[in-house]
């Protein structure tokens, strides 16, 4: 069975950096668009940066210039690369897969890593 399992979260200062981990198994994923969301308490979720098989990235507003997404294909793990963190930045982060085409949805998804950014 195809897994996303995240690591690397935890607690870290403001301006401080983490980086997170996310392990795929069960697929090469080959083909998939590989992207981290977060969500706080009480807020929606929402999409922090994407990546594609060749390596193309999107990101969101809020984490353009201090998140740097990347990935892997070889060990099927993306990590997602954060610095200049900031308090608003705490949430649960997840990691999701989807197929690349117009329509797919993100079938595949990990239990989340905390981070915590501590003013």
């Known amino acids: 069975q195809a897994q996303l399992i995240e690591s690397g979260g935890g607690l870290v200062q403001a301006g401080g950096s983490l980086r997170l981990s996310c392990a795929g198994s069960g697929r090469t994923f080959r083909n998939y668009i590989m992207a981290w969301f977060r969500q706080a308490p009480g807020k929606e979720r929402e999409s922090v940066a994407t990546?594609?098989?060749?390596?193309?990235?999107t990101y969101a507003d809020s984490v353009k210039g201090r998140f740097t997404i990347s990935r892997d294909s070889a060990k099927i793990t993306v990590y997602l690369q954060m610095n200049s963190l900031k308090p608003e930045d705490t949430a649960v982060y997840y990691c999701a897969a989807k197929l690349a085409y117009a329509g797919a949805s993100y079938e595949y998804w990990g239990q989340g890593t905390q981070v915590t950014v501590s003013s």
């Open positions: 990546i594609n098989w060749s390596g193309g990235s």
